[in-house]
């Protein structure tokens, strides 16, 4: 019987990947009356009913397949075969056998007929070849099987012999069958597909044998076939079937979606086909990708949230399958619900994990993972990208080098604490331990910075430390490189068009302020005042300039009308009216002295803290109409700066500006502007003389006295005989007075003389002396209590004056006291008669008991105290400090020599302020002075007069 005979008779090709009902099908077949010929393989523990099988052809076609390097179940099985594999020796060989064993089984077949391998699947040309050759009709019956289940079965097989894989098996279903379609649709030849999955549903495995033996016989089949058929369908067939949370990898989404295509497809709706035919052969359909999730999934993470899965479970897997469906996190770094958020306010929709979609859409698109990313800083950085794209915290967000630095590079710790900064922001010990950092430990930060670019004739401002509407940011504007022309478009509509330009001012904003500078590390333009903040700034991934102040932009200060505007909107004048020989300008009220006597060489606008700035404009014009000042040569002083204008340090950039804190009287400014031109010399030494005294009185009694009072008098003959009345009504009966007279000119010392020859008997012993010499308070003091005799001495100024009880309450305490004390110091009240008759009373100095820290910054002590006279000796007496302040000076001395001092808690002694006091004439006149002076001799002071040139500032001398 020729070849050509049998045109009509057509070979039905059994087809399908491994494990997936293919020999169930063929038993179908059988049952159904299509003829199988040649010897099958018999079954086994895999196939007990047989694999319907010809030895034959499938050992021919398992041995090509090796030849070709593609063994089916090895790595290399999921690649297509070359495309000129069937003109090799070894295919040529191969479709010769073929041929021969095909001619042979043609003589003998009447009816339709069926082959039934797998294999075929991946050679279909050559049996298409051979059968064009021999004039066979050739059908294909494709079975399709879940890929989850043939996965399942795969690995229980093959995965010793073959090293299967549960992604190789899902890339096998895919070849196997991709390929099949393919290759049919080229050679024309009709496909039939068969569900595996419906010979187990009754009613579905009826309609599916009617198909299939119209496809093959077509003819109906008889009932006996159908019966025999569906005997050979039995439910064990079905163990390879787990639950998808069982199984042991997730379906890839392009192998469940052409799983789902193929078992739509029917012989009635070949454009379904066409359709499957389409999609498969898009670009990059040829195999579909295992999805890597690298760095993104943290397998430790994972399995402490799932402690109880199984270690052959891959995590990875397991996520893509229910981990992500119940919440489970796949790294420290991702957070789901701020990712879907994320997606559903740009209208992109998140199906399946979340994780699958940030990796194949997130990564791309610049989608934060986390509430910790800064999505605009992390896209604009190549580097960034490659971080982040490697889970790092780095990449996310421009303080992750700092907080992991911060923590010894542990994420644990790093997270929580850039979560707490961009809620609260940085503290100042926080800055300050990242500043103070090895640099080292922060390269990565540095390599992340933004390059720089120049300033741009248009610029939106962003200013930290400061605001556009003050005349301290305009300042320091005019130092940078600015071109010409220049413009701020900050209240321009169309603002956010302008690119961005960065201040930093002042010291490094901590707290809830600093937060503010994580917008500054997306600018490509950032420039600050303070060489300080450079450094820290590019720890915090803010690559900024320092400004220097020796170049300028003046041009942004000396537009055309604002001479004509600071006229009209500051009502100030204009600098070259104020301009002369030796001018200075004073900004802020320095207190009641500036009402007094006016100095014709100081201009004073006390007023210069109330004007009103209410625009970036007005601002703009008050830094211009201050740098004129200061360039038409007038000497710049301000009075109290504010605590911004210390921070932003707005006077620096205008240059040439005198700072001091009130109080300051107009003839203590020019002392104190000499002093600083002559360089701010150190204070000079201090002498205290010993002067020679003449003795005016004297009188004493053979009892021994319990205390002193040691009164000294220069020209107050008008307040003295107050001061000795009050100690004439001590209620401490043993007390010896001693009057020092320091060179008086006016008759105070006759006035005592007087008083004592009336009132001596009264006191143990009394002393009038007289000084040859002016020598000062201290010189007087320390010949007082040389002259005394009694242990403790009571000191009085002759304006001043004692409460009865004073001396003997005073002295109750110090007996009392241990012998380290060397003071004890009632309450003093402070007195003043106003210029309308009435008096004023307060307490003076705060009535604060002795502590070394009370004295840091101020006296708290007044003069009028009990003073143990072995420790005056052993500090060497008082100390003459010109313009005042002895008694400040002396109980330094007495606590850096180890002595302390105790609180009498009575008001003793009152204070009289008048004019003519010493403290008014002398000590208010010169407060600076001294206090530089006191500040050399006891280091361990924090006097804010005596900070010299950082006076009114924030940095410390």
Known sequence: MSANSHQTTPLILVVGMHRSGTSLLGSILQRLGIAMPGELISGDQHNPTGYYERSDITALQEELLIALGHWWPSASGVFALPSDWLDLPVSQKASRQLHQWLKKDLNHQNHAWAIKDPRTSLLLPLWQQVAADLNIPLRIVLSVRDPAEVMVSLLQRDSTTAGMTAWRSQQLWWHHNRQLLIDAAKADLPVLTINYSDWFVAHKAHRQLETLTRFCAEEHPSAQAVSLAAACIKTEHRRSRRHRRHLPMAIHPDVASFYRRLTRLSPKQPSKHQKLLSWLTKPGKSLPQQQQPGAWFDVDHYRKQVPGLPQWINPFHHYCLIGWRRQRSPHPLFEANHYRHTCHQQGIAVKGAPLIHFLKVGLEQGLPPSSLADSKWNLSHPHRRQLLQAARLEGLHPWGCAALALHEYKLSGAMPQLRHWQKHGLTSGELTRIWTMPASLLSTAKALLTPTT??????????????????????????????????????????????????????????????????????????????????????????????????????????????????????????????????????????????????????????????????????????????????????????????????????????????????????????????????????????????????????????????????????????????????????????????????????????????????????????????????????????????????????????????????????????????????????????????????????????????????LERNIVDAMALVRRVAWNKVGGYTHIPGGWEDYDFWCKLIEAGYGGVICPQQLAVYYSHSNSMLSKHTHQQLRAISRQLQERHPWLQLALARGLNEATDHRP
């Not at 490094?508 to 303070?530: K, T």
């Not at 401490?732 to 003389?753: A, C, R, W, Y």
């Not at 007996?815 to 003071?823: D, K, L």
């Not at 309308?836 to 009373?841: E, N």
Request: glycine residues 6%; contains cysteine; hydrophobic residues 40%.
């Open 454 to 855: 120049a300033i741009q004739s248009l610029a939106e401002l962003h200013v930290i430390g400061c605001n556009p509407n003050s005349w301290q940011t305009h300042a320091w504007l005019a130092h940078l490189p600015l071109p010409t022309p220049f413009k701020l478009a900050n209240n321009l509509h169309n603002h956010l068009a302008a690119p961005p330009l960065g201040l930093v001012l002042g010291s490094m904003p901590s707290g809830s302020m600093s937060i503010n500078l994580q917008a500054l590390a997306q600018l490509s333009c950032v420039w600050n005042n303070l060489p300080t903040n450079e450094d820290l700034l590019w720890r915090l991934g803010v690559n900024s300039k320092l400004i220097n102040t020796e170049k300028s932009g003046q041009h942004w200060l000396q537009q055309d009308d604002d001479a004509r505007q600071v006229n009209l909107q500051l009502g100030l004048p204009s600098p070259k009216s104020l301009a002369k020989p030796g001018a200075i300008l004073c900004l802020g009220n320095g207190g009641a002295a500036w009402q007094q006597a006016p100095n014709p060489l100081i201009w004073w606008l006390p007023g210069f803290d109330q004007l009103t700035i209410e625009s970036e404009e007005q601002a703009r014009i008050l830094a211009a109409w201050l740098n004129d000042c200061q360039q038409q040569g007038l000497q710049l002083v301000r009075i109290d700066p504010s605590p911004k204008e210390r921070v932003v340090e707005g006077w620096r950039a205008i240059g040439n500006t005198q700072l001091f804190q009130s109080p300051l009287s107009p003839g203590e400014l020019l002392e104190e502007l000499t002093w600083r031109k002559q360089g701010a010399p150190k204070p000079c030494q201090l002498t205290t003389y010993a002067p020679s005294f003449s003795s005016l009185y004297g009188q004493e009694s053979t009892c021994e006295a319990k205390a002193a009072v040691c009164v000294s008098l220069y020209n107050y003959e008008k307040t003295i005989i107050r001061a000795l009345e009050s100690v004439l009504q001590q209620s401490l009966k043993e007390i010896e007075l001693i009057v020092v007279d320091d060179h008086s000119s006016d008759q105070g010392p006759n006035k005592v003389k007087q008083w004592l020859e009336q009132h001596a008997n009264r006191f143990v012993r009394t002393q009038l002396v007289r000084h040859h010499q002016n020598a000062g308070l201290a010189a007087a003091r320390n010949t007082a209590f040389n002259l005394a005799r009694a242990n403790w001495c009571f000191v009085l100024d002759a304006d001043n004056s004692l409460q009865a009880s004073a001396v003997e309450a005073c002295l109750n305490v110090a007996t009392a006291a241990s012998a380290e004390i060397a003071v004890v110091h009632p309450l003093v009240m402070r007195r003043e008669n106003n210029d309308d008759g009435t008096t004023h009373t307060e307490l003076l100095a705060g009535g604060l008991s002795w502590q070394k820290s009370m004295f």
